[in-house]
């Protein structure tokens, strides 16, 4: 065998492996059947702008561990997420916090807030059963209907009734005046981009870009003595037991020679009628500036517009209803057949996986090698 380990995915999942296995001494090659490495961290320069090309991608991270790790790969400016909502043109302050609901309510103080959240979370009796009864009992209708339930119909393309209520803890709800998105002891974006951090991740690894694995497969598996595979774990198996749903989103990218378009990287339209879920404006992630300090006269937009995965279409996200998670279940079986095969990231672990908790699970993953 040439290598001890083909790496199929250049993403975040398979360049830490590729990290680690190689400083441990092993060979390693890393093919992709795209053109750029990064997976879907990938970062496009366009116009000094670092463009995420297959949608935001803000690190944040409570592990100690993780943040020292990664921190030798790329230094991290001081990004602070705090996107905004636009419902039918009223603006709200996110995550859900004293300004949302001094905006919501004309509430000025915690207790009154607080006073106003019981209220409206009586109607929900026992243990919350889905993602609108948990919405509604973290922070009562009012919030649920303006700020959630459109964005999340649009976003998951189906009813806040019908999916996990896990889905919305992942957002804080504070009784202070604090627009942080995340409850993270570090968060930030890398400077020079995420593409540069992930180079840096793969310095030295054999790297053969746009080569499918599934156009030749005994070859590629004949090359190395195991496979890492980071990339739909039911199309690994020829989707022998059906697919796994996912959702896709497709960007509507826009150079526009303004300066500044709407003030904030990041506004989420919360409104059933307007058809994209949110608007990035990319060079808001690096306060406007380019790699060398100077102000950009430009600035590059793109909407996203939420979509059903069908074949031919990028997976983004797993959909973890109980349904798709039975199914995970049973490929995950035969997954554990393949003595010489590791399945890991968001599509191959089929998770809604965090960066930070990628680069945790592709660590612990080698260290059990
Ligand atoms: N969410 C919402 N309104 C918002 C932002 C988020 O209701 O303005 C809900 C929605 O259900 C979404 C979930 O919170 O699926 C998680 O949002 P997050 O921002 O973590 O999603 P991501 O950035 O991964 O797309």
Known sequence: MKYDYLIVGAGLYGAVFARQAMDAGKKVLVIDRRNHVAGNVYTEDVEGIHVHRYGAHIFHTNSR??????????????FTNSPVANYKGELYSLPFNMYTFNKMWGVVTPEQAAAKIAEQRRE???????????????VGRDIYEKLIKGYT?????????????????????????????????HQGIPMGGYTRMVERLLRGAEVRLGCDYFADRPRWDALADRVVYTGPIDAYFGYRLGTLEYRSVRFETELLDIPNFQGNAAVNYTDRETPWTRIIEHKWFEFGKDDRG??????????????????????????????????????KALAE????????????EYRYYDMDQVIAAALERFEME
């Open 65 to 78: 561990r993780v943040w020292s790790y990664i921190t030798r790969f790329a230094e991290f400016n001081r």
């Open 153 to 185: 119909e649009k976003q998951w393309g189906r009813d806040c009734r019908e999916l996990p209520a896990f889905i919305i803890k992942r957002l804080p709800v504070r009784l202070t005046f604090d627009n942080n998105y995340f409850n993270a002891l």
């Open 337 to 348: 057949q393949e003595r010489n095969v590791i399945f890991g990231g968001r599509l191959g």
């Open 124 to 138: 929900i009796t026992g243990e919350p059963r889905n993602l609108e009864e948990q919405a509604i009992s973290l």
């Open 294 to 331: 100077n102000d950009i006269p430009v600035t590059v937009i793109s909407r996203e517009y939420s979509s059903e995965w069908k074949p031919g279409d990028e997976p983004y996200y797993p959909v973890n209803d109980a349904k798709n998670s039975a199914l995970y279940q049973q490929y």
